[in-house]
């Protein structure tokens, strides 16, 4: 298994649609974090955790949202989306400042 | 305001040659640097660090230059093989951001045959 599944994988969805993918990590780290990818533009944050009780915003949350539910699982919420949500997006966990992220595959999300 | 800058999206070399992938900072504050590499289809994997008090870190092929004066870091890998060929990114944090990471925009490397 994965340290680090999203589900879906891909998913095409109509704009004003509400859509959650999901995050589960095995690495039982407490650092969780979702980003965004985009062609010119790398990786931008949306939103991080450092446990269930901690919630931040990254430089691009807005029309986001996101759920800890528990340490291993971390879900991220498109209230309405909009065709410039169209990305991949890439969940990650991180045990320290000074340890690498170990991503997730990806949910590549189209909005038409 | 992009605070890490990859000014080069692709970069084409032959294999056994080196590779050189550069990567510009503004945000003086950065004191830990990473680089990533990602092939289609899968997330980045972290491939080497290197932290503000040091000006290289090696690992096998892959080798980080960090000089601080110019705010500019390179990776070097030695010698460079086809399996190498994937897109490379940049990035780096701040002790006070708790441990969030900004990337760059990532360079293209395709190592030919």
């Known amino acids: 298994d994965a340290d680090v599944t999203q589900t879906p994988r891909n998913r095409i969805t109509k704009t004003g649609k509400r859509i959650m993918l999901e995050c589960s990590q095995t690495?039982?780290?407490?650092?969780m974090y979702w980003y965004r990818q985009d062609p010119g533009l790398g990786l931008r944050l949306i939103y991080y955790s450092f446990d269930v009780k901690d919630i931040n915003k990254g430089e691009i949350s807005d029309g986001y949202s996101v759920s800890r539910q528990a340490q291993a699982k971390f879900s991220l919420s498109l209230e309405s989306a909009i065709p410039n949500q169209t990305a991949l997006y890439f969940c990650?966990?991180?045990?320290?400042?000074?340890?690498?992220?170990?991503f997730g595959s990806g949910t590549r999300l189209t909005v038409v | 305001d992009q605070q890490v800058k990859q000014n080069s999206p692709s970069l084409s070399v032959q294999e056994g040659r080196i590779s050189i992938l550069n990567c510009d900072y503004t945000?003086?504050?950065?004191?830990?640097f990473l680089w990533y590499k990602k092939y289609p289809a899968e997330g980045p994997t972290f491939l080497i660090s290197i932290s503000s008090i040091k000006d290289k870190n090696e690992d096998g092929r892959f080798t980080v230059f960090l000089n601080k004066s110019a705010k500019h870091l390179s990776l070097h890998i030695v010698p460079s093989q086809p399996g190498d060929s994937a897109v490379y990114f940049c990035?780096?944090?701040?002790?006070?951001?708790?441990?969030?990471?900004?990337f760059g925009e990532g360079t293209q490397l395709t190592v030919n045959p």
């Open positions: 990650a966990t991180r045990e320290t400042e000074l340890t690498g992220y170990t």
């Open positions: 990035a780096a944090s701040e002790e006070t951001s708790g441990s969030r990471l900004t």
């Open positions: 945000n003086s504050m950065f004191d830990y």
């Open positions: 690495k039982g780290h407490d650092r």
